[in-house]
Nanobody, 119 residues
Framework: QVQLVESGGGLVQPGGSLRLSCAAS????????MGWYRQAPGKQRELVAD???????NYADSVKGRFTISRDNAKTTVYLQMNSLKPEDTAVYYC?????????????WGQGTQVTVSS
């Protein structure tokens, strides 16, 4: 069974930084892209950033210049470095991947990690 395990969330003051990690495990033939989404209370889940297998990065306008997505050499772990955090970044952050696994290509979600930006 393929799983995404996230870590690194927490409470931080405005202007602070956090680094989220997401590791994929299980039988994976190929990962096409990995990304981070977030969902604040009462709002829809939105894409924060993603990275393709070819290394192309995409960011939401609201986080450009503050957040950086990266991955390890094995391309099974993705990171989200979040700097200059704002209260409006408060949300549950979810890792997501589109991958080829036994049975076909599928989208996989992590369990989510809470990020709270507050003084």
């Amino acid at each position: 069974q393929v799983q995404l395990v996230e870590s690194g969330g927490g409470l931080v003051q405005p202007g602070g930084s956090l680094r989220l990690s997401c590791a994929a495990s299980g039988t994976i033939f190929s990962i096409y892209r990995m990304g981070w989404y977030r969902q604040a209370p009462g709002k829809q889940r939105e894409l924060v950033a993603d990275i393709t297998s070819g290394g192309i990065r995409n960011y939401a306008d609201s986080v450009k210049g503050r957040f950086t997505i990266s991955r390890d050499n094995a391309k099974t772990t993705v990171y989200l470095q979040m700097n200059s955090l704002k209260p409006e970044d408060t949300a549950v952050y979810y890792c997501n991947t589109n991958a080829a696994v036994p049975g076909g290509v599928t989208a996989i979600w992590g369990q989510g990690t809470q990020v709270t930006v507050s003084s």
